[in-house]
């Protein structure tokens, strides 16, 4: 196919987009096939879509753009070395459509939450792909941090912000309301089932460097950062936990009781432990 035909395919796609993961996948399965030829030109049919869409349709190419950016970089760590001196020696070090993502961040996000009250459905699922995206390191940190402020500043301005009168404030049509209660139930329920994996290959996938000239220690870092975040306190629970595990290696040292029915002390009675230094 020539440009034309791909870019034209690919608006289509666009256009049909909805909150179904084979339908996301679809669409980032052709943008990646398409990437080398029409890369720039792709992106600017997703810029296009997401700046004339409805406000229903703008979330949705932004979970799609979560999905590309995971796959952009799967296919970029799967992406055999190229020669130094082969043309597409400077391509290969790109991170596909991340570039793009990162380069307009600001744009997509003024499209998909624009000001005012209109902006306020797609708040809080946009917050929460730009904290996935912070956390994996997809896009750096401090651009995030700024998409962020821009954002907090935007919420406080429309809560302070007296309602319009009804004549003057855009509705959702009854159709489109109901969409969007289905398209939600459908992220959730795929959010869970993200929750529910945990395979290697995702984890790989999540805690990608930026850049070859990374730390490779960075993703450790990361994972790390992430899981001791998600540790609770010390607690009564662990105290059990840890006794079970000791009785389980050292049954010698468990509590025993006498004839008398009094406890003996942890070791009395017992074989002293194997000394194993």
Same mark, same amino acid.
């Given at each position: ?29 052709? +943008? ?232 003996? +002390? ?12």
């Amino acid at each position: 196919m020539d440009p034309f035909e791909v870019r034209m395919q690919f608006l289509g796609l666009l256009r049909k987009l909805n909150a179904t993961q084979q339908s996301i996948q679809k669409v980032v399965s052709y +943008a990646l096939k398409y990437f080398s030829r029409c890369g720039e030109d792709l992106w600017e049919c997703i810029v296009e879509e997401c700046q004339k869409g409805s406000i229903n349709h703008r979330i949705n190419i932004l979970y799609f753009l979560d999905s590309l950016c995971e796959a952009s970089l799967l296919a970029k760590a799967h992406q055999p070395p190229p020669a130094e001196s082969s043309s597409q020696a400077k391509q290969s070090n790109t991170a596909f459509y991340v570039d793009y993502v990162a380069r307009d961040l600001p744009q997509i996000i003024e499209c998909v939450v624009p000001v005012g009250r209109q902006g306020l459905p797609n708040l809080t699922s946009t917050k929460q792909i730009l904290e996935n995206w912070r956390t994996k390191r997809i896009i750096d940190p401090q651009r995030i941090d700024e998409v962020m402020h821009t954002l907090s500043t935007r919420q406080s301005q429309a809560v302070d912000t007296p309602p319009a009168p009804a004549l003057a404030t855009p509705h959702l049509p009854r159709g489109e309301v109901f969409k969007r209660i289905e398209e939600d139930r459908e992220r959730h329920k795929r959010l869970r089932e993200r929750r529910w994996r945990h395979t290697r290959h995702t984890a790989l996938a999540s805690f990608l460097p930026l850049s070859d000239t990374e730390n490779t220690e960075l993703a450790l870092d990361i994972e790390f950062e992430n899981e001791w975040e998600a540790t609770s306190d010390w607690n009564e629970d662990d105290v059990e936990a840890v006794s079970e595990e000791r009785e389980l290696c050292y049954p010698h040292l468990r509590k025993r009781v006498d004839g008398d029915g009094e406890e003996l +002390a942890e070791g009395e009675g017992g074989e002293e432990p194997m000394d194993l230094s």
